[in-house]
C-alpha cells in the first residue's frame, strides 16, 4: 500500500473507533434507561451537551485540568439524575403505557436545557474547543495522529469496558439486566426493582455525560450537536435492540466505521443517507431490533 | 460700524439659535423612528444574533444624540426559525408600524424576511447575511451591508492566484447554503484564474469528524486548502488538517470570527482569513478604533466583522435619515433614500453605495494570523480586494 | 376508554356533537375575519386554523389508531414542496394543492408501513428517524427544494378571476378546511372505519383476532392522516410565504403531536383546543423570548404530571370522579 | 407456615379470588388444582406481591406478608417461581442460577447449591453456557425449579411448572419435585394438571371460580374417582 493509501486507511480505523466508542457509551446510557424503565430520553442529546459545556467550563473557565474536569463531570452526573429521579421520574413509575409520558417529559426537559443554554452558553460562543488532556503528535507508520485523541479513545474503550464488566459480573449489573428482562421475576428473585430503577437511570447518565466529556475532549462542539446526537442514539438503539447494551456498543461502532467509510468511498452525505436507510430496512427484517431477544 | 457687526451677529446668533431650538423641539416632538430588528436570540444561531445586538446598541447610543429624532430599533427574537420570522417581521409591520426591518444573521431566516420585505414593500436593510439570493435581480426594498458569500469565493480563487499562479485547491465545506455559495464563486472563478480544485468535500449537517477528509486532502497535495465550516465543527476541521500535516499557511478560511480564531490559538498562526473588518487594521478611523477599545472593555474579546456590519447599520440608517429628514415617515421614501445613499462605513471609511439590487460594491480582505492569545490576536492585512457584485454570475451560480 | 356502547344511534350521536361544531364553525370563520383589520392577529389566527387541520390528521394516527408518527411535519412539507413547485412551474395552485396532498398521502402510507412490524413505540422512535431522513432529503435535493436556503416570495395562489387572492379571503379558506378537517374527524370516528381504528389502538392483535384487518386499516388510517398533513403543508406555504426543510422538521412534528397530546388525545375538540392554546402562545410569549424556551418546557412537564391525558381528560376528571373500571384496567394492565 | 385467609383480588369489575382461605403446613406438599382462570395465578401473585389483594391476609411463619416488599419476601425463605417460568432469557443458565442465589450473598453456598440443581437436573450441567431462553421448555422449567431453590428457600411455591410440557417432560419435572419432598422442603404447587398434581401433593385443593371448591388429602381424592374424573 502506499503512503496515502496507508493514511486514509488508518484515518479510516481511527475515526471509527473514536467516533464509534463515544456513539456506544451515548447510545448504552439510552438503552440501559430505556431498558429498565422504560424511558426514552429524548433529552440523552442535551445530557451529552451538558456534560460537554459543563467541561468547557471547568477547564477554559476555571481552568481545571481536562482529566479533573472529566471526572467531576461524569461524577457530577449522579446527583444531577438522583434530583430528576425525585422531583419527575419516580411519580411514572407505576403508570402503565409510561414511555409516552417519560417521551413527553424528556421533551419539556430538552426544551428547558436547549433554551437555558441558548440564553448562557449561546451568547458567549458559536464554538466550544477544550484543551487536550495530552498535547503532542504520534506517527502510526505514515499516519499521525493527536496524542490527544488516542487518550480520548484509550478512555472510551476503557469506559465500555467497565461498563461492560459491571453489567456481566457484579451482582447490581446482573441484577439490572434481570430487570431489563423480566422485571416481575426479578423481583421475586430478591431484585429490589425500584432501586434498580433509579441505579441505572443514574448509570444511564453516568455513561452520556461520560460520552459528552470524551466528545467534547476529542471535537469542538457547538450547541446543535445535542440533537444531531439524540438521533444517533435512537437510531443505535433501535437497531440494536432496546435494552441490550451488547446492541448499543456493536451498532455504535457500525455506525462510527460507517461514517468513516461511506464519506470515503462515497460522500459524507450518503453515508448520513446510508445508516438512517439500513436502520429502515433492518427494522423491517428484524422489527425489535438485532440483539433483542 | 462694529456695533453694527455685533448687533447683527448677536442676532444671527440668537436667530440660529431659536431656529435649532425649535428644530431640536421639532426633531424631539415626533415619535422616534422604529427600525424593526429581527434576529437570532435563541435557537442553535444566538451567538450570531447576540453579538449582532452587540454591536448595534453601540450604534444605536452615537446615533441619537440629543436634537436628532430618536432611532428606535425594536429588537425582536426569531428563534432562528424563518417561519418564526415572517411571523415577527409581520408582527414588526402591522403592530410596530416599522420604517424598516433590519436584523437577521443567516441566510434562511434573511431570506424569508426578505420574502416578506419585497412581499410587503417593507424597506429591509441587511446586515450580516451573504446569501447572493437576497439582492438578487428585482429586488427593490432590501439593501445589503455584507459582501455576497460568491463573492467571497472569487476573492478567494484571485487571492490564490496572486499568491501561487496555477495553483491547486482543496475546498472542504459543510453542506450549508452559505458555505455551498462560496464554493461556487471559487469553483466558477478557479478556472478563469488558472489554478486547479483537486479535492472537493462536502460534509452533511451535523457531522462531527474530518479526520478521514483531511487525509484525502493531504493525499491531493494542494498549495491551499479552503476551509468552510460551521460551528463547532469549522473548529474540528481545522485542527484536524493540522494535526494530520497541513501547515497553517495553507489554510485559508472565507471568514474570520474573533471566537474562531482564538479557539484553535496558536495553532493558528500563519493561516489565512477573509474578512471586512479587523480590530488590528492601521486603517481604521478613530470611531472604528474607539468601538474596538469600548467593545473589548464590555464583551472581553475584540468585534468581528459582523458585530462591524451591525454597528455601521445603526449608522447608514442615520445618514439616509438625516440627508433626508421626510424619509423618517414614508417607507418608500426611505426606500429611495437608501438607494440615493453614497457613504462610509463609520468604522473603516470604505465606501457604501447600493447598486440597482439592493448590493454594495464588494470587497474583502484577507489577513494573515500572527500571533493569538488569549482574550486577543495579531494580523497582518495579505490581500485587500474590491469588485462590483456582478464581476462573477453570481445570481445564476447560486439560485 | 372504549366509544359508548351501540346503543346510542348514529344520528343521536350528530346531535350531540351539533352544539360544539356549529359554535367552532362560526369561530373559525368570525375570529379571523374580526381580526382581519390587524393582519398580525389575523395572521395568527390562519396559522392556528392550519395547525388545527394538522393536529386533526395527527389525532386521527395518535388518538383514534394508537400510532405516533414523529414524521408528520416531513409528510406536510412533501406536500408544501409539491404544491410550490408545481405552482412555480404555470399549474393553478388549486390543481397542485390536491395533487401535492395526494402526494404526501402516499408517501406518508409507504413511511407508515414500518408500524406494521413496529409495535408502540419503537415505531415512534422509528419514525423520528425517518424524519431525519426526510429533513436530510429535503435538504440534498435542492434542484427541488432549494437546500436548506428555502424558498421564499411564495405568493398566495391565484384568485378565480384575476391577481391573487386577498390575505383576508385567504384566512377564510384556512376556516374553511379547518372545519372540514374536524368534519372529517368526526364523521371518521363515528363510522366503522373509527370503530375499528379504536380496536387497533386499544389491543391490535385482539383486533386482528376479531377479524378485523389491521394492515388494511392501519394504511388507510395513514392515507387519511397523510392527506391532513399535505392540505396543511399545501396551505402552509402561500400563506407564510416561505419555506425551508426547518419549516417541517422534527420539532415541528413534535410540536403538532404535543398539541394533541395536550389537548387530549382520542378527543374531537381536545386536539383543537391543544392547538389554539399552544400556537397563539408562541407567539405571545415573543417578547419574553429569555424565558419562553423554559416557559414551554415547563408547561409541557406540568400538563404530563398533572393531566397526563391532556387538557379534555383532565377537565373531565375534574367534575367526574375517576371510574373504578378504567382504574382497575389500568392496575391490572401494571400487574402484568 | 403459610397461611391464607378470605382473600379477594379483582382487576376492575373481574372478580379473581373470592374469600379464599387455605394454609401450608411445614414439610409438606400441597396441590392446588383448577382450570384456566379459576384464580390460581392470582393467589401466587398475591403471596409473591406482584398483586395488591383487596381484602384477606396473607400470612407466613406468623407475618404478614402484604407488610413486606416483594424483593424482600424471598428473604424470609419464601420463593415463587411465577407462571411462565420466570427466566432471564439472554442470560446463560448458569447466571440465572447465580441470581437466584443472589439473596444468599454468599458465593461459597450459592456455587453448592449450583452444583446441587446440576445433580437434579443433569441435563443443565451440559446446557450452563447456553442461554436460557434458547432451551427447550422442559429445560427451561428445570432451569425455573433450580432458580427457585438457589436461594435455599423453607416454602417454594411453582405456578403451573406443567403448561406448554410434552407428557414425558412433565413426568421428570414431578420426579425432581417428589425428590425435593423427600428432602423435607415444603411445596406449594398451583397446577392445572391434576395428575401431576395428585402424584406429587399430600393434600389437594381444588378451585373454581375464585373459590376454594374441595379440599382433601391427595390419597383420599385418589380414592374419589368421580371428583378426579370431573377434574380431568
Known sequence: MSNANWILFLSTLSTGLILGSIFSLVAAGVTIVYGSIWMPNAANGQFFLLAALFGWTLTVSWGIHPAIAA??????????????????????????????????????????LAGVFSLTYGQWSDQFQLPPLITGITFIGPFPIANNRLAVLALAIAILAGLFLLLRFHRYGRALRAVFQNRDAAALRGVNVKASYSMSFALGNAVIFAGGILFALAYSFDLTVAWTMAITAFAIMIIGGPGSVLGAVVIGMVFGFTQAIVSVVASPTIAAFSYLGAMLVILLFKPSGLFAK | MDSYWKTLAVTATASATL???????????????????????????????????????????????????????????????????????????????????????????????????????????????????????????????????????????????????????????????????????????????????????????????????????????????????????????????????????????????????????????GSYYGTFFDSNLDSLTPEGKTFVKDFIAKYGRPPSYGENFCFVTAHVIREALDKN???????????????????????????????????????????????????SYKAKQAFYAEWDPEVIPVYTLVK | ????????????????????????????????????????????????????????????????????????????????????????????????????????????????????????????????????????????????????????????????????????????????????????????????????????????????????NVTRYKMTAFFIGSLFAGVGGALYAPYIGFISPRSFDVLISMNIWLMVAFGGRGTIWGPVAGAVILVPLSFLLQEYYTVKDVIYGLLIIAVIVLMPGGIASGLKRTTRATEPVAAGAAEQRGAK | MLEIANLTVRYGAFLAVDQLTMNVAPGEIVGVVGPNGAGKSSIVKSVGGLVKPKAGSIMFDGRDLLTVPTHERINLGLSIVPEGRGLFPRMSVEENLIIGGDPLRDKARSARNIERCFELFPILKERRWQAAGTLSGGQQQMVAVSMGLMSDPRLLVLDEPSLGLAPIVIGEIGAALRTLGKTGLTVALFEQNAKLTCNVADRIYILASGCVQHHDRAEDLMKNPEILDHLM
Open chain 1, 71 to 112: 471526572i467531576l463531570v461524569i461524577g457530577v452526573s449522579v446527583p444531577l439524575s438522583y434530583l430528576l429521579e425525585v422531583l419527575l421520574i419516580k411519580r411514572f413509575y407505576d403508570v402503565p403505557n409510561r414511555n409516552i409520558s417519560y417521551f413527553v417529559l424528556s421533551l419539556g426537559i430538552t426544551q428547558i
Open chain 3, 1 to 212: 376508554m372504549t366509544d359508548s356502547s351501540s346503543t346510542t344511534s348514529l344520528s343521536s350521536d350528530w346531535k350531540k356533537i351539533a352544539g360544539p361544531l356549529g359554535a367552532f364553525t362560526i369561530l373559525a370563520f368570525a375570529i379571523p375575519a374580526l381580526l382581519s383589520g390587524n393582519r398580525y392577529l389575523a395572521f395568527v389566527a390562519g396559522i392556528t386554523l392550519i395547525h388545527i387541520v394538522w393536529t386533526s390528521g395527527m389525532n386521527l394516527l395518535y388518538g383514534y389508531t394508537g400510532l405516533m408518527p414523529l414524521m408528520f411535519a416531513g409528510i406536510a412539507g412533501i406536500s408544501a414542496y409539491f404544491a410550490v413547485d408545481l405552482t412555480a412551474s404555470g399549474w393553478s395552485f388549486w390543481v397542485a394543492l390536491p395533487v401535492g396532498a395526494l402526494a404526501a398521502s402516499i408517501a406518508g402510507t409507504i413511511l407508515g408501513l414500518p408500524s406494521l412490524r413496529l409495535k408502540g413505540f419503537y415505531f415512534t422512535l422509528c419514525s423520528l428517524v425517518i424524519q431525519t431522513v426526510i429533513t436530510l432529503g429535503f435538504v440534498y435535493f435542492a434542484n427541488l427544494t432549494n437546500g436548506d436556503t428555502g424558498i421564499s416570495q411564495i405568493p398566495l395562489p391565484a384568485a378565480p378571476g384575476s391577481g391573487t387572492i386577498s390575505a383576508p379571503a385567504f384566512d377564510l379558506i384556512l376556516a374553511a378546511a379547518a372545519v372540514i378537517g374536524v368534519v372529517v374527524l368526526i364523521a371518521i370516528t363515528r363510522s366503522a372505519l373509527g370503530k375499528r381504528l379504536i380496536a387497533i389502538r386499544e389491543d391490535d392483535e385482539l383486533a386482528e383476532m376479531l377479524g378485523i
Open chain 2, 325 to 375: 429628514p421626510e424619509a423618517a415617515d414614508d417607507r418608500e421614501k426611505f426606500r429611495d433614500a437608501m438607494s440615493k445613499l453614497k457613504t462610509k462605513e463609520t468604522t473603516s471609511d470604505i465606501p457604501i453605495e447600493f447598486d440597482k439590487n439592493g448590493a454594495r460594491k464588494e470587497y474583502i480582505y484577507f489577513m494573515q494570523m500572527t500571533d493569538v492569545e488569549a482574550k
Open chain 2, 19 to 269: 431656529l435649532a431650538a425649535a428644530n431640536i423641539s421639532a426633531a424631539q416632538d415626533k415619535p422616534p423612528v422604529k427600525i424593526g430588528f429581527v434576529t437570532e436570540l435563541t435557537g442553535p444561531w444566538s451567538f450570531f444574533g447576540t453579538s449582532c445586538v452587540a454591536g448595534l446598541k453601540f450604534g444605536e447610543e452615537q446615533i441619537n444624540s440629543p436634537g436628532k429624532r430618536k432611532i428606535e430599533f425594536v429588537i425582536t427574537d426569531n428563534q432562528t426559525s424563518p417561519a418564526q420570522s415572517v411571523a415577527a417581521s409581520r408582527s414588526l409591520d402591522v403592530q410596530d408600524k416599522v420604517l424598516a426591518l433590519s436584523g437577521p444573521t443567516s441566510s434562511d431566516t434573511g431570506l424569508a424576511v426578505y420574502g416578506y420585505a419585497e412581499q410587503n414593500k417593507v424597506p429591509f436593510v441587511v446586515p450580516v447575511a451573504a446569501f447572493p439570493q437576497l439582492t438578487k435581480p428585482g429586488s427593490r426594498y432590501t439593501f445589503r451591508l455584507e459582501p455576497n458569500a460568491a463573492g467571497w469565493g472569487y476573492a478567494i480563487a484571485k487571492f490564490v492566484e496572486k499568491q501561487k499562479p496555477g495553483g491547486k485547491i482543496a475546498m472542504i465545506y459543510s453542506d450549508y447554503a452559505l458555505m455551498r455559495a462560496i464554493t461556487a464563486g471559487l469553483k466558477y472563478q478557479a478556472p478563469l484564474s488558472k489554478l486547479q480544485i483537486v479535492a472537493d468535500i462536502a460534509f452533511p449537517q451535523g457531522s462531527n469528524d474530518a479526520t478521514v477528509q483531511a487525509a484525502q486532502v493531504l493525499a491531493a497535495q494542494p498549495d491551499y486548502v479552503v476551509v468552510i465550516g460551521a460551528g463547532g465543527f469549522d473548529n474540528t476541521i481545522t485542527n484536524q488538517l493540522l494535526d494530520i500535516g497541513i501547515k497553517p499557511q495553507q489554510l485559508i478560511h472565507p471568514f474570520g470570527i474573533t471566537t474562531q480564531v482564538m479557539n484553535w490559538g496558536k495553532r493558528s498562526v
